[in-house]
């Protein structure tokens, strides 16, 4: 990251802009760096300017606690500042938590993409997530980085003997050290649920994206997100799971920020 701005809270903010036209800002999704979503960047940038940073505490950017998701707010609302005041937001995984909650809180934003955001569509997932909510809190008031992670990929689906395998990987102690933002992505998750009072008061356009060869439960959600908003709507790709190639994603990003 090449730039830096300073967040209302005093938090500065590493950004990267590549491109020129129309703003659009990147929103990365739990344990990860803006890097996880800038191969975007690359089909975005021949006709947006495009904004790829790190969010508070990962990354090059700073943190400042007590941590609120009105603090990443804040943040974007910084970054748009900084980019003329106006923007479109794509946020993946449960950074489109954080992007739709940027538009609900009525920064300046044209419009959101957000692919496969994680929020449940019944009662049991919100069960889930509260039992992960006490567990995570618990490993990392302990200091247990690395319980927390392993926490996190479970409520992911990944098998034990995968978590077990990665613990072992060279990639480990990067994402213990990142662990703490754990708590960030979760608080901007909720209860875990569609956030549909929420949702409602968006007004501007909204494209909810799922991979086709993800869980139909994902598609529940991305439809859910596309109905409740004012002017949703939902696209499903083909042959795609939520870890999505750039290359796929992106025309369709293209299109949507372009129309």
Known sequence: MDKNITSADGTSIAYDITGEGPAVILISGAMSTGGTVAPLAVPLSQGFRVVVYDRRGRGESGDTAPYAVEREVEDLAALIEAVGGQAALFGTSSGGALALEAAASGLPVRQVAVYETPFAVHEGGA????????????????????????????????AEQMIQGARQSPMWPGMETIAPSLAYDNAVMGDGLVPRDRLASITVPVLAVAGGASPAWMHEASRAV?????????????????KVEPEILGPVLVEFFGA
């Open 127 to 158: 069960k889930e997530r509260a039992e992960y909510t006490e567990r995570l809190t618990e490993a990392l008031a302990e200091g247990r980085r690395g319980d927390a992670v392993a926490l996190f990929l479970r409520l992911t689906g990944m």
């Open 226 to 242: 596309a109905d409740t908003v004012s002017e949703g709507a939902f696209l499903s790709l083909p042959g795609q799971t939520h």
